[in-house]
Nanobody, 115 residues
Framework: QVQLVESGGGLVQAGGSLRLSCAAS????????MGWYRQGPGKQRELVAT???????YHADSVKGRFTISRDNAKNTVYLQMNSLKPEDTAVYYC?????????WGQGTLVTVSS
């Protein structure tokens, strides 16, 4: 079993920055992919960014150049540095873990960007 604990959400003004963290614990297979998804008000959940245990990253076009995903394998933690935040980035952000056909979601952390 893998558990994910997210932190770092909150309220920020447009143009500001936040950093989300997601710590994984439990039976973690060394080769895995972790990522962040988000679900805004009235919207479907969408992929924001992913990073493999080898360090390969993907960022959605909507956040490219503003958000950066990174990870610390020694701490089994993934981060999402969010800069130049926009009101449309307001959403619940969910951490995601995938390995060997197993997929685990975090509980979500709310990010609110005021204009």
């Amino acid at each position: 079993q893998v558990q994910l604990v997210e932190s770092g959400g909150g309220l920020v003004q447009a143009g500001g920055s936040l950093r989300l963290s997601c710590a994984a614990s439990g039976s973690i297979f060394r080769v895995n992919t972790m990522g962040w998804y988000r679900q805004g008000p009235g919207k479907q959940r969408e992929l924001v960014a992913t990073i493999t245990s080898g360090g390969m990253t993907y960022h959605a076009d909507s956040v490219k150049g503003r958000f950066t995903i990174s990870r610390d394998n020694a701490k089994n933690t993934v981060y999402l540095q969010m800069n130049s935040l926009k009101p449309e980035d307001t959403a619940v952000y969910y951490c995601n873990f995938k390995a060997l056909g197993v997929e685990v979601w975090g509980q979500g952390t709310l990010v609110t960007v005021s204009s």
